[in-house]
């Protein structure tokens, strides 16, 4: 029903925002949105609904923020781009206690309903070792060899997430999302990933006039991108279908790291010098969503393709950039006043 009481927790995050603007594009008035930064850092922030600002790492909050919901979408972690996981491993194991928590209050509020957001970082990495990718299917995920840190909480919340399901009958759903991008994410400070990290170093170039880039390891690992609004399509379906096992929801349009510096510059009309550092992390070799599974449970799989994607997130980027630091290129290559430290 419309005026059901839906709780989004992360609701401040990138893919939480963008729930949150879709649900309420489709009617729903009575959201509830929780996550633990200031309510000015959220990066979309809805009047008319509840913004509240919370740890649900701690099981009080949890109880609160579940109080009369009857749907749960928990897409609050404590996250990043390869930069950031690689080296935060204990935080992001953390956001255990988010899941831990969530779970045991919607049980107690009586939630219908209860989403996961779990990740491709799930699945073992003997299956990623090659850029010639076979595309992960569901099943590849076990015998178990997650990325460290970040992919085995991940694998423990979706096992969680099954055996509230058996023991205590609430509806668990359980997405594997593949490298979601968009606008209205994160684009600078670590945490970023590679499409938003591209897109902002490709525009510091042309901003600057300085043609030149970094790009993380040698460029040639492979990955798919998942444009968000696929991504919140899908987790629409997932949530509503009656899929208790955790599933795909990725893109399988398969592109080189290099092949999607080659897409931004071609956006931004600009040819840059490489640099690849080979120290940097990189991640897996290579990894795609093999959609075999949702495209027989739902008959749908995500579809919009990375260049549309991109043209639109490249937009979004360059107006933030802009906003902050930018001007238009002086076309005068000396003027390196420009060349700002958070950019390499
Ligand atoms: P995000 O970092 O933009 O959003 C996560 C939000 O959770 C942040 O706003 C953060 O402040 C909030 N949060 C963290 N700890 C919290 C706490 N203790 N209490 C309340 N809020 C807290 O990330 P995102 O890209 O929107 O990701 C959403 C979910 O999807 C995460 O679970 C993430 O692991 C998962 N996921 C994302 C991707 C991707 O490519 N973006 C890929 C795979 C899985």
Same mark, same amino acid.
């Given at each position: 029903m419309n005026n059901d009481l839906i709780l989004v927790a992360g609701g401040g995050g990138f893919i939480g925002g963008h729930l949150i603007a879709d649900l309420r594009r489709r009617g729903f008035t009575n959201i509830r949105s929780v996550d633990i &930064?200031? =309510? %000015?850092? *959220? +990066?979309q922030r809805f009047d008319g609904g509840e913004n509240i600002v919370a740890d649900l790492t701690d099981k009080q909050c949890c109880d609160r923020a579940c109080d009369g919901a009857r749907e749960v979408y928990n897409? !609050?972690? %404590?996250m990043g781009g390869m930069g950031f996981i690689e080296n935060n491993k204990a935080l992001c194991m953390l956001s255990v206690l988010v899941n831990t928590h969530l779970l045991q209050a919607s049980v107690d509020a009586g939630v219908d309903r209860y989403f996961y957001a779990s990740s !491709?970082?799930? +699945?073992?990495?003997d299956k990623q070792m090659s850029e010639d990718v076979v595309a992960l299917k569901?099943? %590849? !995920? +076990?015998p178990a060899m997650p990325e460290d840190g970040y992919g085995w909480e991940k694998l423990f919340a979706e096992r969680m997430c099954r055996h509230f399901r058996e023991d205590f009958g609430i509806n668990t759903r359980v997405a594997r999302f593949h490298n979601v991008y968009g606008p209205? #994410? =994160? *684009? /600078? #400070? #670590?945490? /970023? &990933?590679a499409p938003a990290a591209i897109a902002r170093k490709v525009i510091n170039a042309w901003s600057t006039n300085d043609h030149h880039i970094d790009i993380w390891g040698d460029g040639r690992q492979t990955r798919s991108f998942m444009y968000i609004d696929d991504c919140v399509k899908g987790i629409d379906m997932i949530m509503h279908s009656n899929i208790e096992e955790p599933i795909n929801l990725g893109s399988n349009e398969l592109v080189t790291i290099n092949g999607l510096v080659d897409m931004v510059e071609e956006i931004i009309g600009i040819k840059l010098k490489r640099s690849h550092n080979l120290d940097a992390p990189k991640g897996v070799n290579g990894r795609n969503s093999d959609n075999t599974l949702i495209q027989k449970l739902l008959g749908w799989q995500p579809s919009i393709t990375l260049r549309a994607g991109m043209e639109e997130t490249v937009d979004w980027i360059r107006g933030e950039y802009m906003a902050l630091y930018g001007s238009e290129p002086t076309n005068d290559a000396s003027d390196l006043s420009r060349v700002l430290p958070h950019a390499s």
């Open positions: &930064k200031p =309510t %000015d850092q *959220w +990066y897409l !609050a972690a %404590d !491709a970082c799930v +699945y073992n990495a569901e099943e %590849d !995920a +076990y209205h #994410g =994160t *684009w /600078e #400070g #670590g945490r /970023e &990933k």
